[in-house]
């Protein structure tokens, strides 16, 4: 017997083809591609009602392992464009930014905290090569790796 809030991780060839479905017309929802759930159901091939009956019981697993944690403070010049050129480099690097704050200048600089999510194979050393070297960067700390 199932008991409620009792959860599985199965895999994708396991699950029925509407679940999948549903997973799907949540998705075009979510980012647009469908404005309704009429139409969105209709994109997919499966009924309002079964969209109804699963949609809040089936949910995409998103596999964080994928890559690692990195969080940089960086120590920078209040000068137009370079928190640009940073977030430029670090998407050239393939990293993904999951936090960004940046303080309020004082004295002509501002700190910068930066948690990226970087894949295995990326050389976090080359990036941070590559931040040090921007002009108006003064110091970049690594404060935690994970």
Do not use: C, W
């Not at 139409?39 to 009602?49: D, L, N, Q, Y």
């Not at 809040?56 to 964080?64: G, Y």
């Not at 670090?90 to 910068?112: D, F």
Request: hydrophobic residues 40%.
């Amino acid at each position: 017997m199932v008991k409620q809030g009792q959860y599985y991780l199965i895999r994708a060839k396991a699950v029925p083809e509407v679940l999948l479905s549903v997973v799907e017309a949540k998705h075009l929802l979510e980012s647009g591609r469908a404005a309704t759930v009429q139409e969105a159901t209709e994109m997919v091939g499966i009924s309002r009602s079964s969209f109804y009956k699963y949609k809040d019981d089936i949910f995409p697993f998103h596999d964080e392992s994928v890559g690692k944690t990195v969080t940089m403070m960086l120590t920078l010049d209040d000068e137009p464009g370079l928190l640009s050129r940073v977030t430029k480099r670090v998407a050239e690097a393939q990293a993904n930014i999951l936090t960004i704050h940046q303080t309020i200048p004082v004295g002509g600089l501002a700190t910068l905290t930066l948690s990226l999510q970087v894949d295995e194979d990326l050389g976090v050393e080359d990036l941070i090569d590559e931040l040090e070297k921007l002009s108006g960067v003064h110091k970049l700390k690594i404060l935690a790796r994970s």
